[in-house]
């Protein structure tokens, strides 16, 4: 594991965290030593600088990612970015739509997903490396379910993101500010689910 610089920064301070000296296109290839590495970047670097260190994983051309080898962004904001100034009170976390569990967190499909497949990660305490496990759990599922899908996730206060990019965001998502999810949220969890690793 290694953390460089961003060459293209759009940010005062952009870092890329390199998982794995091997070749690995995804996260769902990582072992389990890499997956702690990865987090424990994540919080040293957190630590190392003040401001407000956003850690995401773009994977695939689709979901913006520009390199084929599996990588975090950190970026550093003066203050909470608008997604999480927005977030209020716990991820909704529902029972029914619970794929996988590991230690104190549950991996769930969202409610109202914007996307098929949203899901979050969640629980308490909060586990970094632990939501990592399940992060890499729920991609490796989506795999056998739909295939090398491109996705986003990232990582909020208290809870991890996965948002998987099957469809593309138009004119209704885009202007309307109105998501079509084909999937519903039952149906994506039960599809997840029966895909066990
Ligand atoms: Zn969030």
Known sequence: MRVVPNLYPAFARQEVVIHSPRHVRSLAELADDELRAVAEAWAARRDAFGGYLHAC????????????????QLVWF??????????RGPAPIDDDLVVA????????????????????????????????????????RLRRVEGPVPWNAWLHPGHLELVPRLTVLAGVELGAGVYVN????????????????
Not at 62 to 69: K, R
Not at 101 to 125: N, Q, S
């Open 57 to 72: 994983i773009n994977e695939g051309h689709a979901a913006g990612s520009s390199l084929p080898h599996s990588h975090s």
């Open 101 to 140: 569990t590991r230690g104190d967190l549950r991996a769930a499909v969202h409610p109202a997903g914007r996307l098929p497949y949203e899901t979050l990660i969640a629980g308490e305490p909060f586990d970094p490396a632990d939501a990592l496990f399940l992060l890499r759990d729920v991609v490796q």
């Open 182 to 197: 084909t999937i519903a949220p039952s149906d994506a969890a039960d599809g997840l689910r029966t895909a066990a690793t």
């Open 78 to 87: 003066d203050e909470p970015p608008p997604e999480v100034a927005r977030e």
